[in-house]
């Protein structure tokens, strides 16, 4: 699941702000599979059928996870990567990249993902409230998406700022941590990992999301693994270059937000 999927006949692709953008038909199924269950009730409510609700979420799913994806690639182009990339596949994406840039570089280029989806998520609510105030009535569809726009640009965006890695508030964690503490750091970063999982598993088992628990229940099993390697040097927050002898970053650490939102 992190690692860059393999293209296949079947991918959308086009090129956006001079960087190849390839979709996965797995993320429409995902995105069908996640939308259904609340597709229904949304439907009642606004009189419209489920297919336009549920067609009108999966739309609104891959704005949100697009831009995420943009935030990140438009920063590391801005840095000096090279041969940028977005994919998006299962419940999320990756923007791909090569080229080492500053460790200050790496944590502004995670934060701008989330923060591209705030923006998103911003700009809806600012045109929904418009309308109110302007007493506009909308077609259910497009308060719909910008109704679920909102919640995947600022509810999925601080999710992603969680201590949880591979998510961008946990990579960013690991980026400060290993500033701080070049030996050890990355094993601390994913210790906090495993405590803040556990934590927001507990919320999902609060709130009877199902999906949450078993994100987060994997999330720390998997940092908990992490945690068991040996330990490998960093560098200072200007360079962050790995030490002599520190294991290399894998691709997949690069931007793995294939859980997304």
Known sequence: MLVEPKPSPMDLKWGMLGMPVRVSPMFFVAAVLLGWRT??????????????ILFTWVFAMFAGILVHELGHAVVARLSGARNVRIVLYHLGGLAISEGRRLRWQRVLELLMGPGAGFM??????????LADARGWQLPPLVEFFLSSS???????????????????????????????????G????FRVSVVASILAACAGAYFRDLLVVLMFAYFAYFNWQLSRLPPSGGGGFGGGQPAQGAEPRQPWERDPDWWKG
């Open 186 to 189: 990355m094993r601390i970063a």
């Open 150 to 184: 909102i919640w995947i640009g600022l509810i999925w965006g601080l999710v992603n700022l969680l201590p949880v890695f591979p998510l961008d508030g946990g990579q960013i964690t690991r980026e400060l941590l290993e500033a701080w503490r070049p030996y050890d």
């Open 120 to 129: 998103l998520g911003g700009l809806c609510y600012g045109v929904r409230a």
């Open 39 to 52: 597709s229904k009730p949304w439907a009642d409510a606004t009189g419209q059928s489920q297919g336009a």
